[in-house]
């Protein structure tokens, strides 16, 4: 359905990015602060885009630099084994690694450089004995193999380090470490040592530490050039000092600096007492400063105003003021009051424009709340929020109204354009009742819609806050000495206030989309609102349900402002008939869609369940899905406090006629496309013409018959499925209706072609039974079933094989009635014969019983009672000689057709 694909396709929003993915490290292992090249995608579309990068769980961010989406640079911190490193972006989250880095722990010197702080430690040696005694660890370790079992100049493969790390990821093998683990250094060195080799080497290790030498007199041997420089170091001094005293027989250099030590505290003394002087002068400097600046205040207040208004600065003018107030207010000096009223005039300018700028909209409600608490506290009587709120709500309605004065001119316009561009032609379609649009073109009245919604979410919100925080009495901060006074009147206003707005709106939406539901109001205030031509609305169509949506989310913009539920009635109630008059239009759009699908009928049969069909059945389908689909997620589904709208049984009576209307149209659409095929019907004729796979009309028919049926058995389920997952009601009733409009249509096709295919059968053989003046009183004696008999049959097999080949499970059916047809005519044919000669009677009673026994699989009831009038009519048969030759002949001429008359032997399928 063109119409629905609009709604269909709504516009759709770009996806978010991809996470980090870190693929690549150069180089992948180094101590800390190693300088790290980290290489992958989406590492962020800038550097104000990394948000976090991690090494092993240690913070690399302050260290990085972003360089490309690709690729980023940074040091790693002082951290320890072996882990990922994970980037994080504002834009894609917490990304992923595939690659991870390898710490490698170092000793660092004091005099070492190194990119990182490492915490200090004991640079000392370590020794073996608590009294300073035995050798230097370092020395204990000077080789790898401690345990000695290693073979002489054979060094064995270590362990792998990269499993050690897996294992034990907090441990070192290193003895000097503080994370040495002997675990670490057995399985690194030692992994292919067995247990008995492992006691061994403990006791030479015990063995090779009671060897070494213990006591004071080892520690001195060991340090004794230190000991040595010590005494070089005392001497020297010792001879410097004895040297100093030989120079200066005065005095020593220790007394000189005693006596320059005492000078120096006399100096200070004097300069102390200088600055405390100092000090009294400038406190009397001070306080006669402070005189003159109260008076500065005053005279620098006017400029200060001017200034402080220019910088934004409204609190520090607003203390200022209160300041001055306080001190000049009632002064009696002549200079000091004409300064003040010119620092007065200067704030009641400041008042006009705080009023000036709290009337500019739109505007936060931050703002707003700053400029009310600053108008308060310069007018105390004063009532800003309130009259904020006034001025907003008028804004707001004037922006609706003036919205519709644009939109209405622009629509006026459009209509005379495509007055002009859409004159009709010979050629042109006539049915000007639904006018496909372009798909790409939004109808004025949709985006209208939208622009009322956009004015509403976007300033009402505001508005209503204010309102609440007035009514709260919130809008003054507890510290304000002054208080907003809330007149009791305004609080029931205010919800007037909101009450206009809203239904402002509302009455701008029915004017466009149910412009009948205003019809009560007289004409000037309908002017107010618009009055939009039926042109609009045949374009907006197909976009009812992006309308509904739109209307639905500005209702709950509503609910989540708290308004309380009377006063959205107005728009409940809009909300529920814009989704009543969706469902009306959507459905009757649909409608009209499955009339016009005789367009659309191209006769190329495929088969389905050993029945041919056409594509109508599930275009049909298609349709009314489609409509049944978008309705149920758009319109259908009921929102928190919203009225279901199944809810009155009046719409439900009328949702239900209209879903039975869809199969009364498809039930027209069939029928024009057997029935209706000449000249009235000029768009399907011309259809029929160009159509290179039009069939027959009796194959038309049958074909019909064919996609009846399908649609009955196979569509007619899905469609009532679909109905009730999408919460549709009285779809019995629905199924009731359905059934009996296939079942009449049904009989009418079958009706029909029995009609078209039986007439010429049985209106010819009157005249194939007298052929050549027969006479059946005057009949020679019987060689043979006469022509008119098999020519019957032949007539009968080509119906069989066109039902056959297109519809198997109808032969039954249309072969018994075009039988019941034929026998009832040779009935009729044989009673009007007044006198049978004896060949006469023979040559009858042979051909009746030859046709009944040929046609015996299509035999009913009816058939069977004319047959059997026709043959008890006849005289009867009592010579055996007689009746042994008319054997003979029924036996010759089943003999003669036993080949033509295997088709009515094949299997029919019996319809579903």
Known sequence: MSSLVIALHPPRKFGMPEPPRVTGLSPKEGPPGARVTIRGENLGQNAKDLKGLTICGVNCLGTAEWIAPSKIICRVGLGKGRGDVIVTTMSGGVGESTVQYTYHEIRIGPLQECAVWVEEFNQTSLTNNSDGGGEPVEAMFKHDDLLSLWAEDKVPDKFPEEQLWDMLPEGSGNPLEFSFLPEWYLIENYYTNNFKDLKKGCEYMKMNLAKQPVGPISFVKRNLNTFLECQDALTSLYSNIEADEHHHSSGTITEELEELITSMNCQGDQLFEAVLGRKDRADATRNALNVLNRFKFLFNLPCNIERNIKKGDYEIVINDFERAKSLFFDTEEPIFRRVYQEVEKRIEMFKIMLKDKLLEFPSTIDEQKKLIRHLVELEGDSDPAWLCLTKQQEWICSLLIECKNRYLTRSLNTDMEILITSCPSPTAPTDTDYIDWAEDTTPLSVSYLQDLVNIITENFSNMWKLGAAYQRGTILTESSEKKLKVGTDNLMKFRQLTTQILDTLCRLVRAVFLPTSLSHLDAETRNHFGVWTDMNQKFATGWLPHVVRTFRYCLMSFKDLDISTDMLASVCDLSLELRKHCIRTMLKQAVHDIRSLSRRETWTLQSYNHTSITALPFMFENIVNEVIQLLGEVVMKTQPTEAEIFSQQRFCNEVRNLCSEFFKAYSDCIENLVFKCDRENEEISESFINNKNLPAPEERVIIA????????????????????????????????????????????????????IGDPLIGALEQGVYTGNFSWSTCPPSKGVRPYVKEALMTMIGIHAEVYAIAPVFCDRILSKVNEGLAEEINRLIQCVDNFSANGAMQARLELLSLEDSLGSYQTDLSTKYYTEALNFLPSISKADEKKRLENLISDFKSDMKFLLECFNVINISPA
């Open 705 to 756: 018959m064919s996609n009846c049926m399908f649609t009955q058995s196979a569509i007619l389920p899905r469609i009532l499925d679909m109905l009730d997952k999408h919460g549709y009601t009285d779809n019995a009733d629905i199924n009731k209706i359905s059934n009996t409009i296939f079942t009449e249509l049904n009989e009418k096709l079958f009706e029909s072609y029995s009609d078209q």
